[in-house]
């Protein structure tokens, strides 16, 4: 089992739609997690940090986290082109490793 | 301004022949640590130290070397240099909260070429 698994996608989004982009993490004792943005040739940028189960909203984005399910996922709300990119989620381990998963590309469609 | 230096950011290399690519942070960060990119493999972890002459090996070590003398900088050292090397590199810190390491800043990558 990979230790942070996305789906690649591509995944395409209406614009003004909500995207959802999710990923599952395989150390049950991971207490910090992220998701970054990384748009083509661009170093990666975070977009959000959560560490307690439950809803945490910034703007348009709300990432949620279930520890039980090991499960974290990032919504994007009212989605536009510029949201284009491949969104990273990450976990930050036990022993100070952080871990990516490959990454979800995400297409905003005009 | 807060920032991730790292040099050079684009090299082409031989087999064989020592580099070194640089790091060096700003914001008084204890974290730090090397990931390289790979089509299709994401971002993988080489090193990282959580402060001043403490390193750990990240999932991918094999083939390199770093050294943490100074809180600001964190070399990445390939000693002889392969062609499975060739990659983008990617430094980043972050400061140290309770639970570990926090959000991650990057450097602008740096693209080696081992030929």
């Known amino acids: 089992q990979k230790e942070v698994e996305q789906n690649s996608g591509p995944l395409s989004v209406p614009e003004g739609a909500i995207a959802s982009l999710n990923c599952t993490y395989s150390?049950?004792?991971?207490?910090?997690f992220f998701w970054y943005r990384q748009y083509s040739g661009k170093s990666p940028e975070l977009i959000m940090s959560?560490?307690?189960?439950g809803d945490k909203e910034d703007g348009r984005f709300t990432a949620q986290l279930n520890k039980a399910s090991q499960y974290v996922s990032l919504l994007i709300r009212d989605s536009q082109p510029s949201d284009s990119a491949t969104y990273l989620c990450?976990?930050?381990?036990?022993?100070?490793?952080?871990?990516f998963g490959k990454g979800t590309r995400l297409h905003i469609l005009p | 301004e807060a920032q991730v230096t790292q040099n050079p950011r684009y090299l082409i290399t031989v087999t064989g022949k020592k580099l070194t690519v640089t790091c060096s942070q700003n914001?008084?960060?204890?974290?730090m640590s090397w990931y390289r990119q790979d089509p299709g493999l994401g971002l993988r972890q080489i090193y990282y130290?959580?402060?001043?002459?403490?390193?750990d090996k990240g999932d991918v070590p094999e083939g390199y070397k770093v050294s943490r003398k100074e809180k600001r900088n964190f070399p990445l050292i390939l000693e002889s240099p392969s062609p499975n090397q060739t990659s983008l590199y990617f430094c980043?810190?972050?400061?140290?909260?309770?639970?570990?390491?926090?959000?991650?800043?990057f450097g602008e990558g740096s693209r080696l070429t081992v030929l």
């Open positions: 980043a810190s972050s400061a140290r909260l309770a639970g570990g390491p926090g959000e991650l800043f």
């Open positions: 150390d049950r004792v991971s207490q910090s």
């Open positions: 959560i560490y307690s189960n």
């Open positions: 990450a976990v930050s381990k036990w022993d100070d490793k952080i871990i």
């Open positions: 914001m008084n960060h204890e974290y």
């Open positions: 130290s959580m402060n001043v002459e403490v390193t």
